[in-house]
């Protein structure tokens, strides 16, 4: 489910007269392992516009980064699409979708709107995120608890590589299927149960594949267990509420939207929740009207 109001906005200007990319997330100048991964998406922009000027690339998050919150998949959906536009591309939205992908697996599903699956494929072509419904088609919101504001000290890249030393991994990727379908019903049916059913299976299923892994990752903190256990009460007295954790210790609380005010109220009150960000389904990526990306001769 892409959202709405969280967002990140990028610029890209491809100059020349550069002799590096230069990178400025939030005000601030990035160098390395930041700065190689998006030089790394624009070498396919320059390969794909046979190119080579070097680019400046300045962008920015209205929420935390690198806790949890999906923020490497809304830069580099962004990054993709401003760079490729940069450049002179038009790309479709699986073009797009395909490009964000080799910035970060998960970027590609920010691309399309609403709610989203990722195609697995079996090559580069076939590997892309397509939108199953538009953000309309279900009142769900997003109630994100900020535990903590801290960078994680491992990054969701490195815990994919780490993923297939834990003996749990196997077992998880071999019923992938079954989860992935219970949740296109669930959405289709618009069945809070069946969703909140999967969803939570899944989340915690990868983070025992992460708590079991070499090393051991284990992202979740004291107040991340009292949010998924205040959850797990709420929906015994019939709220139609349940969470997931991303690779951070903040957590996700989806509910409909009668219950908004509820949720974001109940977490509010649970010790260490710091403050609560409230989203709904949003739309694809986009070009804003203002926005000034060029390609310098």
């Known amino acids: 489910m892409n959202?709405?109001?969280?967002?990140?906005?990028?610029?890209?200007?491809?100059?020349?007269?550069?002799?590096?990319?230069?990178l400025t997330i939030n005000g601030q100048a990035q160098r390395g392992q930041a700065l190689e991964r998006v030089s790394s998406l624009l070498d396919h922009v320059r390969h794909m516009a046979r190119m080579n000027h070097r680019a400046q690339v300045t962008s920015e998050n209205n929420f935390p980064m690198g806790t949890g919150i999906a923020s490497s998949a809304s830069a580099f959906a962004a990054l993709a699409l401003a760079a490729s536009q940069a450049a002179g591309m038009q790309l479709d939205e699986s073009q797009l979708s395909r490009l964000a992908r080799t910035g970060s697996g998960s970027a590609c599903r920010s691309i399309p709107a609403g709610f989203v699956e990722w195609l697995a494929g079996n090559s580069d072509k076939s590997s892309y995120a397509v939108s199953l419904w538009p953000a309309d088609h279900w009142e769900l919101v997003d109630c994100i608890a900020i535990i903590s504001r801290q960078h994680k000290s491992t990054v969701s890249k490195q815990g994919h590589l780490l993923a297939s030393t834990s003996p749990l991994q196997a077992a998880r990727v071999a019923d992938a299927p079954r989860r992935l379908e219970l949740c296109?019903?669930?959405?289709?049916?618009?069945?809070?149960?069946?969703?909140?059913?999967?969803?939570?299976?899944?989340?915690?299923?990868?983070?025992?594949?992460?708590?079991?892994?070499?090393?051991?990752?284990?992202?979740?903190?004291?107040?991340?267990?009292r949010v998924m256990?205040?959850?797990?009460?709420?929906?015994?007295?019939?709220?139609?509420?349940?969470?997931?954790v991303d690779a951070g210790p903040n957590v996700h609380v989806l509910c409909l939207s009668?219950?908004?005010d509820q949720v974001v109220s109940g977490l509010a009150q649970i010790p260490d929740v710091n403050q609560v960000l409230v989203a709904s389904p949003g739309g694809a990526a986009r070009i804003e009207p203002e926005a000034t990306l060029s390609t310098l001769d």
């Open 184 to 225: 296109r019903r669930a959405l289709q049916t618009e069945d809070i149960e069946l969703l909140a059913q999967v969803v939570e299976q899944d989340s915690d299923m990868m983070h025992s594949v992460m708590m079991t892994s070499t090393p051991a990752l284990h992202y979740w903190q004291p107040a991340t267990l």
């Open 3 to 22: 959202l709405d109001g969280l967002y990140t906005r990028t610029r890209v200007s491809f100059n020349p007269h550069l002799e590096v990319d230069e």
């Open 258 to 260: 009668s219950h908004v």
């Open 229 to 244: 256990e205040a959850v797990r009460i709420w929906r015994k007295n019939s709220w139609p509420v349940f969470y997931t």
